[in-house]
């Protein structure tokens, strides 16, 4: 035969094969699919504004992949197929159908990609035709009697629909393949045929058809960002990097394998268990993120190994080819969404530089308290919270007055209630060390509602973790409005600008009684109650009736005191309880929305009433006591309105252990949150000055970020949290972060970047962290004009033997700078007078008091290493002309007794230039620093909105946010008027040595003058310090003059004491419990 003759045999053979091909692939027809009655999505609901977005709380209610119910696609948005490519994945030619689709798939805003043989789609209609076979048998009942053997002889499953049977058997060679692709389109038939399968809602929706497309109930949710790679992996146990963990897990021989489904998103990685679709591992992308393949870098057959800083992933796939299809899948999607993750960041933060964020900060804790109780209100799906204490049972708004509805523990129960999940994260104190009594606080929590979860951590033996703590403070509130500071949610830390040093409430003794009619007396013994409201302490307006024994006076330290009179206890509580009426602020219940009930014509009545016998008793105490007149207190109300009226009289701000003094005596009981834990009467409270921050959109998704990491590292490395009650947190995505469904009022936008300490045993990570350090030093060295530091601490000044962090040597180099160059520039720092910890300073204080002082003043001022020495050593006296270091005090009038007390800083703040502010939880030490110790969280925010100002006399563009936060921590602690243009020149000689200097060295004169105060320059030594207590003072000699020498006080500044206790070795003696403390604690 000619060749010619033999090609045309050979095609016609071709053609015919082609053609029975094309008929082989149209035998996998969708009509014999058909179930009579089911109906098929229809095209016309590709609306976007028809679509419902899928909620992101729905990460929380995953079901088994077989259950039927769950939601897993978009309502009313079709699936749109297209075959994209067709390639060959072998050159054998014993494969009948050796060609590789890939499939694009567009459901709404997200598409993806699945590569698929041609036997998966033999696969997948054979099992459509089983689970069509089995939706049609009849459901047995007790009338019928339904026979197996009878299901399997039907003729339902004979012949052609047996699901065993299928016409897409037997062999083609390569010519006849390649010509049927040609001749008859099978990516087109195909592409046609799985559009029809997902058009029907029964096959779309049965758990083979979405594992063949690739998708999960975490598929589609919006917050969860684009949608990469999906499918079912084997995944071997282990890896983690858990501190102290050798084996159990981490060993190479000590591993299981498990079926998982696997989830690839921006940011993460995660897998979940097929049987009850809970997630069982979350994976973060981060900048150690790799992958690799291959049995000799993963030590299995078909391995694939997924490395980040927390784990080393270990997967195992069914091919080689399989194997690398997974890892190129999700190394192109991780790069292309996720390349934020995966770069080294500024300061080697895990964390950009994230631009245009809205960025507000607060001075003290009434507004932050205020927005972060807003904040939690809006909340729709998650609220985060991590603290060093917390206390639940703080008010969030003050003064109180609309009952519980602000206290923290109400809110946080409402918002369960309301649906929003709460995850918790406390610091595990030791016991024997701290009185905080964080396991209170988590039970307290979990006992509200079954929405709210709280973890501590960490655990002190297993984890061989003593020493350090988890000092962060954050709330964040659906991932997408993060605070970040200093402000713990907890006692003692509320306070505003005015610093007060008293808080009796409406209580107060008069010094002049007016008579009381006998008729009077009668109707007040008529309604009076012996029963005392519990817990007194709390209620603002049980103020105004009755008084707790507790906050009874000494009758004996009384001045002035008339004869004391007997009067009948008057309460009304119970008797305005029998008409419905109910405090404003009781604390008998955790809900309050009865106080929100209008008052009836009868309740007002009653008041009105009862009103001469309120006026009246809120002048008298319960007891036999002289009375004296109330002092103005410009804080207080003079009238709240309530749910029943108006009641006349002043609230407290500070309700039982919130009223504190710590270095007078620490908490106690706090199980007991309404009991006052000291005499509010004798002693005054410390004041707090703190600062805080809160930030929106992608910057809250990285602080979320660094929440998340830790919650999950917690979870698996205790193991009463890895039960599913305790649930995996998800990341959100970065490219819906700016979709903003609530925001604080008055943010201004800026550049933000997120920087914190963190190490193995805090976040599980494999290098530690130290970007805060970094950043500090950065700020300090590319400063031009100034640097404003508020701190608890300042323990610095590098030695490389006790102390480590370099905040302290950049300080001294950038003033001998500015001294070379003959240029200004200014340090002004502001710490605390005393460390914040139990002991009496008139005896020297406590060991830990004295350790805490020995290294400030290291760094400060004594020896070659500190700050002073440093300068000295080069510019001499002239070191005063650059820096200054100062405390905050203030005083009061406390029952008729002049009293003062320091304000302690517990800041922790850097401004710089009027452009850069650094706003935290971290303190200047080594613990805070080193990023190996304590984990802590902060911003590093620089302006882009300018305005004009001066700086060293000359104009100057100033940052919006960054000039506006230095000008209100000026007004705070100088006082005077806001704006103040004394106060806009933060470099000029005048505003430095005139107000700044001047007017602390001021304050500090004339506190010295009136109360003798400690710390003090005059005291050197204890035999001094006992000699300084015991002269008179101003203020118990002559009150009148020393009021007089006060009112001459400007706002709190006073100078820093370099001299006190300066011949004394104040670090811990031998044979004391705190010198068997390693040394890294005080630092």
Avoid at 84 to 103: A, D, G, H, Q, W
Avoid at 682 to 705: C, E, N, Q
Avoid at 730 to 740: C, D, R
Avoid at 981 to 995: A, N, R, T
Wanted: charged letters at 25%; aromatic letters at 10%; a positive charge.
């Amino acid at each position: 035969m000619s060749l010619r003759a033999e090609s045309h045999a050979a095609t016609s053979t071709l053609k015919k094969i082609a053609a029975d091909m094309s008929n082989i692939i149209e035998s996998l027809d969708t009509r014999e699919l058909h179930v009579e009655g089911e109906e098929v999505d229809s095209e016309v609901l590709n609306d976007p504004k028809g679509t419902t977005c899928i909620p992101f709380s729905a990460i929380y209610h995953t079901s088994g992949f077989k259950e039927p119910g769950t939601q897993t696609y978009l309502v009313g948005c079709p699936v749109r197929v297209r075959v994209l490519e067709v390639e060959r994945f072998t050159s054998t030619k014993k494969v009948p159908s050796p060609n590789v689709y890939t499939i694009e798939l567009t459901h709404g805003e997200f598409t993806w990609q699945v590569k698929r043989k041609f036997k998966h789609f033999q696969e997948l209609h054979r099992e459509l035709l089983r689970y069509k076979a089995f939706v049609r048998i009849p459901i047995p009942t007790r009338r019928e009697n339904f026979s197996h053997n009878g299901f399997l002889s039907s003729p339902l499953l004979a012949g052609k629909d047996r699901p065993d049977h299928c016409p897409l058997s037997g062999f083609w060679d390569r010519a006849i393949w390649s010509l049927c692709s040609t001749a008859c389109e099978p990516g087109k038939q195909l592409e046609d045929y799985l559009s029809n399968i997902l058009k029907m809602p029964m096959y779309k929706n049965y758990h083979g058809t979405m594992e063949f497309v690739g998708v999960s109930q975490l598929s589609f949710i919006h917050d969860l960002g684009p949608k990469g790679i999906e499918g079912f992996i084997m995944k071997r146990s282990g890896g983690h990097r858990i501190p102290g963990l050798n084996c159990c897990g981490q060993g190479r021989m000590c591993y299981r394998w498990s079926k998982r489904w696997l989830v690839v998103k921006d940011s993460f990685l995660l897998y979940m268990k097929p049987d009850s679709g809970a997630i069982a591992f979350v994976l973060l992308v981060d900048k150690e993120f790799n992958i690799k393949i291959g049995q000799k870098e993963t030590e299995t057959k078909y391995g694939l190994q997924i490395d980040n800083l927390s784990r080393s992933l270990i997967l195992k796939c069914n091919s080689y080819r399989h194997a690398q299809w997974w890892r190129q899948g999700i190394d192109e999607f991780i790069r292309k969404h996720g390349k934020d993750f995966l770069t080294e960041h500024r300061f080697g933060s895990y964390a950009a530089v994230q631009e245009n964020t809205l960025a507000k900060w607060y001075v003290n804790a009434k507004w932050y308290f205020e927005d972060v109780a807003n904040a939690m209100e809006a909340a729709k799906e998650e609220i985060f919270i991590t603290d060093w204490w917390l206390s639940p049972e703080i008010f969030m708004k003050r003064p109180v007055v609309e009952g519980n509805r602000w206290r923290l523990d109400c809110i946080l129960k409402r918002k369960a209630q309301q649906g929003v999940r709460i995850f918790v994260m406390l610091y595990k104190e030791v016991e024997l060390a701290l009185g905080i009594n964080s396991e209170y606080s988590k039970r307290t929590l979990m006992h509200l509602h079954p929405n709210i979860k709280v973890m501590r951590h960490p655990d002190h033996v297993s984890s061989s973790v003593y020493l350090w703590a988890h000092h962060e403070k954050l709330v964040i509130v659906d991932q997408s409005v993060a605070f970040v500071g200093g402000i713990d949610l907890a006692y003692g830390r509320w306070d505003d600008d005015e610093h007060r040093l008293t808080d009796v409430g409406s209580v107060k003794r008069m010094t002049a009684v007016k008579s009381v009619s006998t008729a009077n007396l009668a109707s007040a013994a008529e309604l009076s109650e012996s029963v005392p409201l519990q817990p007194p302490a709390l209620s603002s307006e049980s103020h105004l009736l009755e008084r707790n024994a507790d906050d009874a006076p000494d009758i004996s330290k009384m001045k002035g005191v008339g004869k004391p009179r007997k009067f009948s206890r008057f309460s009304i509580y119970k008797h305005l309880h029998k008409h419905g009426i109910h405090h404003a602020d009781s604390v008998s219940s955790i809900d309050s929305d009865s106080s929100y009930s209008n008052p009836t014509r009868s309740q007002l009545n009653i008041i009105q009433s009862l009103r001469p016998h309120l006026k009246m008793f809120h002048h008298h105490s319960e007891s036999k006591q002289g009375l004296t007149e109330p002092r103005e207190d410009k804080g207080s109300i003079r009238s709240m309105k309530t749910g029943v009226g108006e009641l006349l009289g002043e609230t407290r701000f500070w309700h039982g252990k919130d009223y504190c003094n710590f270095v007078f005596k620490d908490w106690v009981q706090l199980d007991k949150p309404f009991a006052d834990f000291i005499d509010r009467y004798t002693t005054p409270r410390m004041p707090w000055h703190d600062i805080s921050s809160v930030v929106h959109g992608k910057a809250a998704r990285d602080i979320a970020r660094h929440f998340i990491q830790r919650w999950n590292f917690t979870k698996i490395m205790k193991p009463k949290y890895r039960s599913l009650s305790y649930p995996f947190l998800l990341p959100k995505s970065q490219q819906t972060a700016n979709e903003l469904k609530y925001q604080v009022p008055d943010a201004v936008p800026a550049t933000v970047q997120v920087i914190r300490s963190a190490a193995d045993w805090s976040a599980g990570i494999k290098y530690h962290e130290e970007s805060i350090h970094k950043a500090y030093i950065s700020v300090i060295e590319n400063s031009k004009h100034y640097i404003y530091i508020e701190n608890q601490f300042f323990i610095s000044c590098a030695d490389d033997k006790v102390v480590w962090n370099k905040i302290g040597d950049a300080i001294a180099q950038r003033i001998l700078k500015a001294h070379r160059e003959n240029k200004r520039f200014r340090v002004y720092v502001v710490i605390p007078l005393l460390p914040g910890f139990e002991g009496d300073i008139s005896t020297g204080g406590g060991n830990a008091l004295q350790a805490i002082m020995h290294f400030n003043y290291r760094t400060m001022c004594r020896g070659e290493n500190s700050i002073l020495g440093q300068l000295k050593a080069e510019v001499g006296d002239k070191w005063i002309n650059y820096i200054s270091f100062c405390g905050l005090r203030t005083y009061a009038e406390l029952e008729g007794k002049l009293v003062t007390e320091l304000i302690y800083v517990h800041s922790k703040l850097l401004i710089a230039d009027d452009n850069t502010v650094i706003i935290g939880s971290a303190n200047i030490n080594d613990r805070s620093m080193l990023g190996k110790r304590d984990s802590e969280m902060a911003i590093i925010v620089q302006d882009t909105e300018m305005i004009p100002s001066v700086m060293d006399g000359e104009e100057y563009s100033a940052g919006k946010f960054a000039q506006s936060l230095r000008l209100r921590c000026f007004r705070v602690v100088l006082g005077g008027s806001d704006p103040n243009p004394e106060h806009q020149d933060p470099v000029c000689d005048k505003f430095f040595k005139e107000v700044w200097i001047s007017t602390a060295a001021r304050n500090a004169t004339i506190f010295d003058k009136v109360f003798r105060c400690l710390p003090s320059d005059q005291v050197n030594n204890l035999t001094q310090l006992r000699d300084f207590i015991n002269k008179p003072k101003l203020a118990n000699d002559d009150p009148v003059k020393a009021a007089e020498e006060l009112k001459k006080i400007r706002g709190f500044l006073v100078q820093f004491p370099f001299r006190f206790l300066e011949e004394e070795h104040l670090l811990p003696s031998v044979g004391t419990k705190e010198s068997m403390v390693p040394m890294e604690v005080w630092t």
